[in-house]
């Protein structure tokens, strides 16, 4: 995509006070090439464009977040984002080389202290420049929103928080208390209009975390745990986290936050295990294979404990086929502080050693360690 066409656009965005619209409580979608919605949210000096069921989920999560909710989850709800981030109030010493020369090259004059930044956040993934592809679908969700102000801008509103329902109104909707209502704009296949536009519901079914669920299909190992006697009283703690520092990713592209899986023996207080994997939809089977090849090394508990959000969904169909109780732990101090050092030692590692593949140092009194 031509420069010039995006950063024209951009500035056009800048100028037009969409904000004057639209507020931040208000939720729209504009429809990209690929037929999937990108949702806006419009802040002052900033927009977000959440991108499919991940960004509608992760922006969700953000808002209905309990203030008491701990660090490491709040982390984990803000890395989960999946958005297009549009911010517009930039010095020039803060841009990077790259967009400062993408600007240049535009031709496009933004005055100091306002010049545009746009990044693509990809869940668990640190924000990133713009493919081609993506400046195109950014492109044309920014069309949309210049449309839909100056659609939406013609039924007035209410309140400083709430534009959409004098709209909605307008449909003769019956149930716009009881039901969730977005505008939801696409592409006139009609070339006199640019976009069109209806009502669509956000029902309950639309966003919902579903963690994958492991199930042990090798029926020798399965008959061989399956046998396997367990200790009498013998629990495992199993912990899965995210970290909060991304790390450079060996291919390129955008750098990662990785999920580290651990587990530990609350009665001789020691961790087993540490294991990182960049990916953890791909990869969450090794996970699970290195708690069986724990039980071969010091044998098979009666009850694991599953901290963080991953874990009771990953192992609960496990426990069902081992005989092995699968419990969600309760709040932990010992396992929390365990859990901080390790954060602490793994990112300090990753600082200290800029290797081409990230292979960090040991955590604390842990035998295995490695990252894929």
């Keep these: 995509m031509e420069t010039k066409e995006f950063y024209s656009l951009i500035k056009e965005y800048q100028q037009s006070e969409v904000d004057t619209v639209f507020s931040e ?122 449309f839909a102000k100056t659609y939406v801008g013609q039924f007035g509103k209410i309140s400083k928080t709430n534009s959409l329902t004098p709209w909605l109104e307008s449909f003769g909707l019956d149930d716009i208390d009881k039901r969730e209502y977005f505008p939801y704009f696409k592409q006139a296949k009609d070339e006199k209009e640019l976009f069109t536009v209806e009502a669509r ?15 042990l299909t090798n029926e020798e190992k399965l008959s061989l745990y399956r046998r396997m006697k367990a200790k009498a009283g013998k629990i495992l703690y199993v912990a899965t986290f995210l970290l909060p520092e991304p790390f450079r990713d060996a291919k390129g592209g955008a750098p990662v936050f990785p999920v580290a899986y651990m587990l530990f023996d609350p009665q001789k207080h020691v961790m087993l295990d540490f294991y990182l994997v960049d990916d953890y939809e791909q990869q969450h089977a090794k996970f699970v294979s290195r708690l069986l090849d724990s039980f071969d090394q010091g044998g098979k508990p009666q009850a694991i404990h599953c901290f963080g959000d991953r874990t009771y969904p990953l192992l609960s169909y496990v426990g069902t086929q081992l005989n092995i109780m699968m419990v969600r732990g309760k709040q932990n101090d010992e396992l929390d502080a365990i859990i901080e050092e390790v954060i602490s030692q793994e990112v300090n590692a990753e600082e200290e050693h800029d290797h081409e593949h990230h292979e960090h140092v040991h955590a604390p009194g842990c035998d295995h360690h490695h990252h894929e």
């Design 25 to 146: 409580n208000d939720l729209f979608a504009i429809e990209l090439e690929d037929k999937s919605p990108a949702y806006a949210s419009i802040v002052e000096d900033a927009l977000a464009l959440y991108l499919g069921e991940k960004g509608i989920t992760g922006y969700l999560r953000l808002c209905f977040l309990d203030p008491d909710t701990s660090p490491l989850e709040k982390q984990e709800v803000e890395n989960s984002q999946e958005c297009f981030i549009l911010t517009l109030n930039n010095a020039k010493e803060n841009l990077e080389p790259e967009d400062l020369a993408a600007i240049e090259e535009s031709g496009i004059d933004f005055a100091e202290g306002s010049y545009p930044m746009v990044r693509i956040k990809r869940q668990y993934r640190f924000p990133w420049f713009l493919t081609d592809e993506e400046q195109q679908s950014f492109v044309l969700a920014l069309r949309g929103i210049l």
């Design 201 to 215: 519901e956000l029902s309950d079914d639309d966003y919902g975390v579903e963690y994958p669920q492991a199930r």
